[in-house]
C-alpha cells in the first residue's frame, strides 16, 4: 500500500474585511498542521480548484478520540473563480491524475474495491430546503466532468435529507441557467441508500467494488456498515475510453448550479479512511 502525506500550512485569508471560515465553529475540532493519511491505491491527493478558503483541514475526531481525521465545510459566502460563474461552492479534493507523472499507459483500473468513512456534526441540515440542490460528497468524474458515479446528500424539498447514489451521462446540451457551463449531467440511475437523519453524530463506513463498463457487463456493490445496501448490473461508466484511462475521483463537499448563493445552508463533514484496493480485506480501516 502506498502511504500519502499531506501537509497543511494554516493561513488566514481576508475576503472584504472578513476571514472566509465559519463563524459557528467554537465547539468544532480546530486544526493541526499536519497529517500522515493512507490511501491505499489512490493517486495523490490534492486539494480541488476553486475549493473554499480555508474550508478543508485536518481535526481531531469529532468522536472524542486523538485521531486526526479530514474536515469540510461550505456555506453560500465566498465563492471562488469559475464556481462562482455556476452558483456553485465547495470544499473538497482530488486524486490528482492530471498531474500525475506515472506513464499514460498507466490507467485507471477497470475494477477496485473502494471505501471512505463519513461524519455528519448534530445540527446537519435534514429538514426541505429553499435552495434544494444536491451536494455531491464522494463521486467519480470522467473527462467530460459529469459526475458519472456519485453518493450525495439529497434535499429536494423532502421532510428528510437522504444518502443517494446515482449514475449520470453527459447529455449533449447546455444548462440555460449557466452561460460557459460545459453542459447539463443527467441520471439515468438513482436509488436512496439511506436517511440522512440516521447517520448524524456518528462514523458510517461505506465500502464498494466497482466494475468500471459502458455496457452491460459492468457491476456495482455497495456496503454500509457491512450490511449490503446496493448491488447492480450494468454500464458504470458514461465512457469506457474516459472511465479507464483518466477517471479522477472526489470527495468532501460540493453544491453546484445554485441559482441563488444565499440560500445555500451551511454543512460540515468529516471523512476518514478513503481508500482504493483490489481487495476488500486491504482497504484502509
Not at 491505499?40 to 481525521?69: A, C, Q, R, T, Y
Request: net charge negative; with cysteine; aromatic share 12%.
Amino acid at each position: 500500500m502506498r502511504t500519502i502525506i499531506y501537509l497543511l500550512t494554516l493561513t488566514f485569508v481576508a475576503s472584504c474585511g472578513m476571514q472566509d471560515t465559519p463563524s459557528n465553529t467554537s465547539d468544532a475540532p480546530q486544526p493541526t498542521s499536519s497529517v500522515r493519511l493512507n490511501h491505499g491505491d489512490f493517486s495523490p491527493f490534492k486539494e480541488s480548484l476553486n475549493n473554499k478558503i480555508n474550508s478543508h483541514s485536518f481535526v481531531p475526531n469529532p468522536d472524542g478520540s486523538e485521531e486526526i481525521v479530514e474536515s469540510f465545510y461550505i456555506d453560500g459566502t465566498a465563492c471562488r473563480g469559475e464556481d462562482c460563474n455556476y452558483g456553485s461552492v465547495r470544499s473538497s479534493v482530488d486524486s490528482n491524475i492530471w498531474d500525475d507523472v506515472r506513464p499514460r499507459s498507466i490507467t485507471s483500473p477497470e475494477q477496485a474495491w473502494y471505501s471512505f468513512e463519513i461524519f455528519f456534526p448534530k445540527g446537519t441540515p435534514t429538514y426541505p430546503v429553499e435552495n434544494p440542490n444536491t451536494v455531491t460528497l464522494v463521486e467519480f468524474k470522467e473527462e467530460n466532468q459529469c459526475a458519472s458515479f456519485a453518493f450525495v446528500k439529497n434535499n429536494n424539498g423532502n421532510s428528510n435529507a437522504e444518502f443517494n447514489f446515482f449514475l449520470s451521462e453527459y447529455s449533449g446540451k447546455k444548462d440555460a441557467r449557466f452561460a460557459g457551463t460545459p453542459g447539463e449531467c443527467l441520471s439515468y440511475f438513482e436509488t436512496e441508500i439511506a436517511n440522512i437523519s440516521d447517520m448524524i453524530g456518528k462514523w458510517v463506513r461505506f465500502e464498494y467494488f466497482v466494475k468500471w463498463s459502458e455496457n452491460e457487463d459492468g457491476y456495482l456493490i455497495v456496503y454500509q456498515d457491512g450490511r449490503k445496501v446496493l448491488e447492480r448490473s450494468g454500464r458504470t461508466c458514461s465512457s469506457t475510453k474516459q472511465c479507464l484511462t483518466r477517471n479522477i475521483h472526489y470527495y468532501g463537499l460540493y453544491q453546484a448550479n445554485n441559482e441563488d448563493m444565499n440560500k445555500i445552508d451551511s454543512l460540515t463533514a468529516y471523512y476518514r479512511n478513503v481508500s482504493m484496493s483490489q481487495k476488500r480485506e486491504d482497504l484502509v480501516r
